[in-house]
């Protein structure tokens, strides 16, 4: 029989069942729509957190407290990074342009009768345009500022607009940890930076943060959280991350372990994509199960419509068809469910994705290699899957199905 | 004349040795072209098992049939389904129409599996249809027509494919008399133009109206060509 006769057949006796095609496609449409959403929506992750090490400019380094080695050993991170590190980068290293150490601690910040949480981040005039962060109105920290321990604070752009609203906080008294500090500046909007939202942060000298604030914990010195490097230029930056790792070797007196980790955007952006590549393969992985759920939700209904349909092959069979062509027709039963439920849950993926990208920041997109994969796989599964209940029909003995009745 | 059907020691065994079943043993029969017979017999006599050996839906343990000169136990799978096809028109008790076809595509399906082309398979159906008196009934379904019709519908199915033997199972068993009458006189009509036509009955009022009976017992012909006249006192002897 020619194969354009047993697809219109195909076709005849699928739609004869609308209501069974249509709940024997589900599982296909749903493993095939979550395979595309969850694809697109990890590479949207993985675009995103690029983007953000992007944005922050290819000459930009971290020095971050413990080695890649000890971090994953203990919870809390030797504090060990000190102001004075920060202060022998930028003088001994020449292939630094700024150095802006930061010390962080989460506090209560109020203005007259309004209060809110915010990140207190304590820091250098270099972290302006180490981090390419200006302020839109007044000033940022001055080296003044840093050397008198002044109490003075630049707000972040949500930050302002939670404690003043419409009015001008320039000039204004706000409390930290009830001290007073006097607002000399309001910082541009930046957005978030991997999910922390840089404008709600008040900005404040890195001395007056140590000294009135976080209280000097290390025994090293003048405790920071972080330090933020900037390279002269783009290709000073093998140099520079090499030049620091081996002034901090001495500093530290270090023999064996590193006790910190200096990390470049290329860093950063190695280890987002490897993170990113994870989460992705497995949120495919998982949508590939549901897939897989769906071929067995195909094989199950094709072997309970072979038992309900055996007076039908055996007919066809008293008729003139061979076992080949009984075979023939419930595999491609098989394959134009799973493939039609495929195309349908490729749709409602795009669609899904397409809704991803809408509300939330990941600029989730439909892979094309996702679509086709889900596709290929969906009709091979209705394959293989085809395959049991089909052989199970044309093995059917045409005398027993005749006399099922 | 053309023999159309010939067994030669057929016998067929059910079952492994402990639970063996006979179900025909050591049976010949002839049936030439041109013939309407009755195959009866009480149940269990083995004329369910011929019809199926006949109709090559199922191969003699022992012994030769050939069909249409062809020896039908040499065949593999792929040539029976062939032989069905081309050479054998089934009409059984329960019609066996497919449900979400028309009358036509149900015609049509036996020519699908000879592939015969789309025109000339509506070409054909409607002719058997017409030939069965559904001329104006080409596009319902089976449950839009009645016992007799749907029956008739399945006749045309069996003489589509011009076969050399028209094999009926309890024909009639589904319908009431006066179809019944209806449908044997197709049977009859067609038999009277020519195609052989073997029917597997138990009623004797049905196989009164074919022209030779052949009688069934313990998986073996006993009355291999009774006249239908003389059918009363076999079947009293029978009880």
Redesign the interface.
């Known amino acids: 029989?020619?194969i354009l006769?047993s697809v219109k057949?195909a076709v005849?006796?699928l739609t004869?069942n609308k209501m069974r095609s249509t709940l024997t496609m589900l599982g296909i449409i749903i493993g095939n729509a979550s395979v595309i959403t969850m694809v697109g929506v990890g590479q949207g992750a993985q675009r995103y957190a690029s983007d953000q090490f992007e944005s922050l400019g290819p000459n930009v380094l971290f020095v971050i407290p413990g080695s890649s080695e000890s971090r994953n050993r203990t919870l809390d991170a030797p504090r060990t990074l000190t102001l004075e590190d920060a202060k022998a980068i930028a003088t001994q290293v020449p292939t630094v342009s700024g150095v802006a150490p930061q010390l962080q601690t989460q506090q209560a910040v109020v203005y007259s009768n309004r209060s809110t949480s915010a990140l207190i981040l304590g820091t250098t005039p270099d972290f302006s345009p180490v981090r390419t962060f200006d302020v839109a109105k007044g000033r940022f920290i001055s080296d003044l500022d840093v050397q008198r321990g002044t109490r003075s604070v630049a707000l972040g752009a949500d930050l302002a607009k939670s404690l003043f609203g419409t009015s001008d906080p320039l000039g204004q008294t706000i409390r930290i940890k009830n001290i007073s500090f006097q607002v000399i500046g309001i910082m541009e909007a930046k957005g978030a930076f991997l999910g922390n939202n840089q404008d709600d942060v008040a900005y404040i000298p890195l001395s007056t943060m140590s000294d009135q604030i976080t209280g000097n914990t290390s025994p090293y010195g003048t405790e920071v959280t972080f330090i933020s490097i900037a390279a002269r230029d783009e290709n000073s930056v093998g140099a520079a991350q090499f030049q620091i790792t081996n002034l901090l070797r001495l500093r530290h007196k270090i023999v064996t372990d590193d006790d910190f980790t200096v990390r470049t955007q290329k860093d950063a952006l190695e280890v987002v994509g490897n993170v990113a590549g994870a989460l992705t393969i497995m949120l495919a992985a998982i949508a590939g199960i549901s897939l897989f759920v769906g071929g067995i939700g195909i094989m199950n209904i094709m072997l309970v419509s072979v038992r309900e349909r055996t007076?039908?092959i055996?007919?066809?069979?008293?008729?003139?068809?061979?076992?080949?062509?009984i075979l023939v027709q419930f595999i491609i039963e098989a394959i134009i469910l799973a493939a039609l439920g495929g195309a349908v849950g490729t749709l409602i993926g795009v669609g899904g994705v397409t809704l991803v990208s809408m509300v939330s920041p990941l600029k989730a997109g439909v892979s094309p290699a996702a679509v086709m994969i889900a596709v290929g796989v969906s009709s091979g599964i209705g394959l293989f899957f085809g395959v049991v209940p089909a052989r199970q029909a044309a093995k059917l003995d045409?005398?027993v199905a005749?006399r099922s009745? | 004349m053309k023999t159309i059907i010939r067994f030669e020691h057929v016998s067929k065994v059910y079952g492994s040795e402990n639970t063996e079943v006979r179900a025909l043993s050591d049976v010949n029969l002839t049936v030439e072209a041109g013939e309407y017979c009755a195959i009866m017999g009480p149940s269990g006599s083995g004329k369910s098992t011929a019809m199926n050996v006949i109709g090559c839906l199922d191969r003699p343990t022992s012994g030769s049939y050939y069909l249409d000169g062809v020896d039908v136990a040499q065949l593999n799978d792929h040539e029976l389904a062939h032989i069905r096809n081309r050479k054998i028109g089934f009409v059984f008790q329960q019609f066996h129409l497919l449900p979400q076809l028309s009358a036509m595509e149900n015609v049509m399906l036996p020519m699908v599996y000879a592939g015969i082309p789309l025109p000339q398979r509506q070409q054909r159906a409607t002719e058997a249809l017409t030939r069965v008196g559904l001329a104006n009934r080409l596009n319902n379904r089976p449950n839009q027509l009645s016992g007799g019709q749907q029956q008739r519908v399945a006749i045309a199915r069996a003489i589509v494919n011009q076969p050399v033997l028209l094999l009926a199972d309890e024909p009639t068993g589904a319908l009431d008399s006066h179809t019944t009458q209806e449908v044997m006189a197709i049977f009859a009509e067609l038999n009277a133009s020519g195609i052989t036509v073997v029917m597997v009955t138990h009623e004797s009022e049905v196989a009164r109206l074919t022209r030779r009976v052949v009688w069934f017992r313990d998986g073996q012909v006993i009355h291999p060509n009774l006249s239908p006249t003389d059918l009363a006192q076999v079947t009293v002897a029978a009880v």
Do not use: V, Y
């Open positions: 029989m020619e006769e057949m005849k006796t004869a007076q039908e055996g007919l066809r069979k008293a008729i003139g068809a061979s076992q080949d062509d045409p005398i005749l009745a």
